[in-house]
């Protein structure tokens, strides 16, 4: 079972967000603040947690930063009514995964809650499955019986990259920082070639798609949901 540790110093939304989880069969685990969540993490495995911002003594912010630095890895979603742009940089810059705005949207809370535990679970096993499509980071290949494709690592690591984060949309020059680093001399043409080679060898495959948004970037649908 999944443990999810609810992190909230009001009563009403602590048990709000423990039914939204319960209904989804996850396991809520709850704690006022950040010592009681602090002691909950040295007794039991956290696969995920959600916290507040505004709490008496230690703030999120510290609690985050604390279980970062002492190598925590799971990820971290802030719910607050702090929505400045100032407050949310801050979230990120110590150690937060993501962020949502109080009060609280049920159905926002459970999309946010199952990209964050995919995107765990693809870089702890350093593979992305989409029905019976299988892409392992460590081969560079791209599987589905009885195929079998290895691909170039730029290609991968661009598929790789827009499979993570379906539906997310990418510019080309966040890909080519991403994939080719800062210092590359690839003209920003280089993404659009390797997206038309990714189409051409997987066009037919009915798990996915990649998508142009015109004027944006790109963007990969996954259809095994």
């Not at 992190?7 to 009681?36: G, T, W």
């Not at 495995?45 to 003594?57: A, E, F, K, Q, Y």
């Not at 970062?68 to 949310?88: G, H, V």
Request: hydrophobic share 40%; charged share 30%.
């Amino acid at each position: 079972m999944i443990n999810i540790l609810v992190v909230e110093d009001d009563q009403n939304i602590r048990k709000l967000i423990e039914a939204v989880l319960l209904d989804e069969r996850y396991n809520p685990i709850l704690a006022c603040d950040a010592p009681e969540a602090l002691g909950i993490i040295d007794e039991q495995h956290i696969d995920l947690m959600i916290t507040d911002i505004m709490m008496p003594g230690m703030d999120g912010y510290t609690l985050t930063e604390q279980l970062r630095d002492a190598k925590y890895d799971f990820p971290i979603l802030m719910a607050t009514a702090k929505e400045s742009i100032k407050d949310k940089r801050k979230g990120f810059i110590v150690g937060t995964d993501d962020y949502m705005v109080k009060p609280i949207d049920e159905e926002e809370l459970v999309l946010r809650v199952k990209a964050l535990l995919r995107r765990a679970k693809i870089v702890s096993e350093r593979k992305i499955t989409i029905g019976k499509v299988t892409l392992n980071y460590d081969a560079l290949t791209v599987s589905r019986a009885p195929e079998r494709v290895t691909l170039p690592q730029k290609e991968f690591l661009l598929l790789y990259k827009l499979l993570s984060y379906p539906e997310k949309i990418f510019t080309r020059i966040q890909l080519m920082d991403e994939i080719w680093g800062l210092d590359t001399e690839s003209a920003e043409h280089t993404v659009s070639v390797h997206i038309g080679r990714l189409r051409e060898r997987f066009g037919g495959w009915p798990e996915f798609s990649i998508e142009t948004v015109r004027g944006l970037g790109y963007k990969a649908v996954r259809n095994d949901e």
